[in-house]
């Protein structure tokens, strides 16, 4: 079992930044991949960003390429998504998920992921 909380989010200026930070905990947290989703008002669940256990591979929707990075840090259990350049479009609420994962596999689908965050709202003014 792993708990996942995340923070971060916030309103910003079209053009801005934020980072979205998600820690998990339990005692076998480093066994997870890991994941962000966001969910856009009236719309589905959608991939952000996954990055494998060993933290060399990462995989990113095409929304995010280019714009966001995401990464982790082993010793404090945390994921990060580092956003730039955000767009009015990416106002969503992003969630962080977690899911039991070799060291270098990459999950992009919501369905393969077993645990969640609460999630975090992120609002981008135009």
């Known amino acids: 079992q792993v708990q996942l909380v995340e923070s971060g989010g916030g309103l910003v200026q079209a053009g801005g930044s934020l980072r979205l930070s998600c820690a998990a905990s339990g005692r076998t947290a480093s066994s997870y991949g890991m994941g962000w989703f966001r969910q856009r008002p009236g719309n589905e669940r959608e991939f952000v960003a996954a990055i494998s256990r060993s933290g060399t591979i990462a995989y990113y929707a095409d929304s995010a390429k280019g714009r966001f990075t995401i990464s982790g840090d082993n010793a404090k259990n945390t994921v990060y998504l580092q956003m730039n350049s955000l767009k009015p479009e990416d106002t969503a609420v992003y969630y962080c998920?977690?899911?039991?994962?070799?060291?270098?596999?990459?999950?992009?689908?919501?369905?393969?992921?077993?645990?969640w965050g609460q999630g975090t709202q992120v609002t981008v003014s135009s």
């Open positions: 998920a977690a899911r039991l994962a070799g060291r270098s596999v990459v999950f992009r689908n919501s369905y393969e992921y077993d645990y």
